[in-house]
């Protein structure tokens, strides 16, 4: 049974720095595509970050040079490092990861970011 479970949210001053972390019961490289969603209250979830199994990656535009996503498969582990934190980015943040057609969800970590 493939679970994900997510660390590391909080609250956080604007312009401070964050990293959340997702660990997977399975060797991540079994999975297609790993990444973060995330979702604001009243608003869409939208991903925030991913990599697949040969290393691409792609971020949201509003993230790019803020966020970096990375991994360790002997720790069955994905990080995302989160720098210079803006209010906007204050939303529940969710570790999802891909099997072919099948997609898993953790359960979510929140993310605060207020003065």
């Known amino acids: 049974q493939v679970q994900l479970v997510e660390s590391g949210g909080g609250l956080v001053q604007p312009g401070g720095s964050l990293r959340l972390a997702c660990e997977s019961s399975?060797?991540?490289?079994?999975?297609?595509?790993m990444g973060w969603y995330r979702q604001a209250p009243g608003k869409q979830r939208e991903s925030v970050a991913s990599i697949n199994v040969g290393g691409k990656i792609n971020y949201l535009d509003s993230v790019k040079g803020r966020f970096t996503i990375s991994r360790d498969g002997a720790k069955k582990t994905v990080w995302l490092q989160m720098n210079d934190l803006t209010p906007d980015d204050t939303a529940v943040y969710f570790c999802n990861a891909q099997i072919l057609r099948t997609t898993y969800w953790g359960q979510g970590t929140q993310v605060t970011v207020s003065s």
């Open positions: 399975i060797n991540i490289f079994e999975f297609n595509w």
